[in-house]
Nanobody, 123 residues
């Protein structure tokens, strides 16, 4: 399984970014997917997750209303639209895949991980 995350960068507070994660080597349309992030000096934390079909979705409280997870099963890709970015969103963002059709909020529920993409939000 390969998960290739992209789309990170350096932005200012209030800006938007869209992360992408292209998957290969798995039956993507039958995989629950998620995004996690790790800020400097902190543990990796859950951000968002999505079921095989595109719904339901689930978010950590700090990003609700600002981030949107979606997927295109025809392209084997998930996305994370991040709006109204804040300095506290600065982190390396990782996509992950489950050997299950359903979403998951815990790291232990995921079987494959991408390499991460850096998001830096300046104030």
């Amino acid at each position: 399984v390969q998960l290739q995350a992209s789309g990170g960068g350096l932005v200012q507070a209030g800006d938007s970014l869209r992360l992408s994660c292209a998957a290969s080597g798995l039956t993507f349309s039958q995989s629950g997917m998620g995004w996690f992030r790790q800020a400097p000096g902190k543990k990796r934390e859950f951000v968002a997750t999505i079921n095989w079909s595109g719904s339901p979705t689930y978010y950590t409280d700090s990003v609700k209303g600002r981030f949107t997870i979606s997927r295109d099963n025809a392209k084997n890709t998930i996305y994370l639209q991040m709006d109204d970015l804040k300095p506290e969103d600065t982190a390396v963002y990782y996509c992950a895949a489950r050997n299950s059709m359903y979403y998951g909020v815990y790291e232990s529920q995921y079987d494959s991980w991408g390499q991460g993409t850096q998001v830096t939000v300046s104030s």
